[in-house]
């Protein structure tokens, strides 16, 4: 199983609509885990944060499934300057001092 | 507030030559540095990283490397840059664990 997976997409969702991804991982241990988003041809930037109570800022709501090793991130009332591609993260096997990058997600919000 | 700089944005090079990136942290002490590429529609790819002045770990054998020569600088060097070196080549700062990291704006290579 690789460290981290995601659905690479394109979502492609209305104004508006709901959308969730998920991002499973293979390393038991992990206690954190982050959500960045990148726009194209940008740097990544820190989303979220995701710790076993889960978290929620305004429209995003990331939550942890420790039985099934999958973190999710979801987004209500989808805007179109939500469409980016969402990467998982999460600490590296390894080390403490590294983490794993998802492929990433792709949103397109859709008007 | 913590800011981390990258130069030059974007870098056109002829294949053979040499590189020289530099990313610059400011506003924390100590911290963790990386390097990271990113090729075109792919993942992020570790390169290297440092947890101090003159302590570098590489990720990837390959034809780049790594310096600390101060505790908030990084620069990723080449001597002879190959086609397979074209990407976004992004630096991060991260705190003692690591876990949490911080982009610079990046610099986007094309080796031709």
């Known amino acids: 199983r690789k460290e981290v997976e995601q659905d690479p997409g394109p979502f492609n969702v209305p104004e508006g609509a709901t959308v969730a991804f998920n991002c499973t991982y293979s390393?038991?241990?992990?206690?954190?885990f982050f959500w960045y988003r990148q726009d194209c041809r940008k740097e990544p930037k820190l989303l979220m944060s995701v710790y076993s109570s889960g978290n929620e800022d305004g429209r995003f709501t990331a939550q942890l499934n420790r039985a099934s090793q999958y973190i999710s991130l979801l987004i209500r009332d989808s805007k179109l300057s939500d469409s980016a591609t969402y990467l998982c993260v999460v600490p590296f096997s390894g080390g403490y001092q590294k983490v794993t990058f998802g492929t990433g997600t792709k949103l397109q919000v859709i008007p | 507030s913590q800011t981390i700089h990258q130069w030059p944005a974007t870098l056109v090079q002829p294949v053979g030559s040499p590189l020289s990136l530099e990313c610059t942290v400011e506003g924390t002490s100590n911290p963790n540095l990386y390097w990271y590429r990113q090729a075109a529609g792919r993942g992020l790819q570790l390169l290297f990283y440092?947890?101090?002045?003159?302590?570098i770990s590489s990720e990837v054998p390959q034809n780049l490397s790594a310096s600390r020569p101060q505790d908030r600088q990084f620069i990723l060097s080449s001597k002879k840059l190959l086609l397979s070196d074209s990407g976004f080549y992004l630096c991060?700062?991260?705190?003692?664990?690591?876990?949490?990291?911080?982009f610079g704006p990046g610099t986007r290579l094309t080796v031709l």
């Open positions: 390393n038991s241990a992990s206690q954190s």
């Open positions: 440092s947890v101090g002045i003159g302590q």
């Open positions: 991060a700062w991260g705190g003692l664990a690591g876990v949490e990291q911080f």
